[in-house]
């Protein structure tokens, strides 16, 4: 499947005292990719609460730092889908700065029942359109 990708800019705020992007921020800048792919094939979270009663919430997370990101820098997010299960998806995801890979990870987001954050299935609409789009990024 191929990447979707989402520019971001470096701000003041998400640097560290020594000027570089604070390392829990890249998990951010990771979601904002993530987000915007869901924005990008139709669904918005905030809809999918109301509508599916269904959350998205991260289950687990590894994260290689390789090389820093400064202030005023432009990255780039991406965020490949590698496999979707009943309640959940897998993806690989990697910042970039020009042709300098900054971190890479994997993330595995659960799909959970809004009301009592227990694992549920991901609605069918959902799933054929994430994987129907996924192909074509």
Known sequence: ?????????????DTDAGGVVYYANYLKFFERARTE???AIGFEQDEL????GIIFAVRS?????LNPARFNEQLYV????????????NFEQVITRSDVILCNSK?????????????KAIPETIFRAILEHTNEY
């Open 1 to 13: 499947m191929k990447s979707f990708n989402w520019p971001v800019r470096v701000y003041y705020e």
């Open 37 to 39: 792919m869901l924005r």
């Open 49 to 52: 609460v109301a509508t599916e």
């Open 61 to 65: 997370v590894q994260v290689d730092y």
């Open 78 to 89: 991406s965020a490949k889908l590698l496999q979707v299960k009943k309640a959940s998806f």
């Open 107 to 119: 993330v595995r987001i659960a799909c959970l029942d809004g009301q009592s954050f227990r694992p």
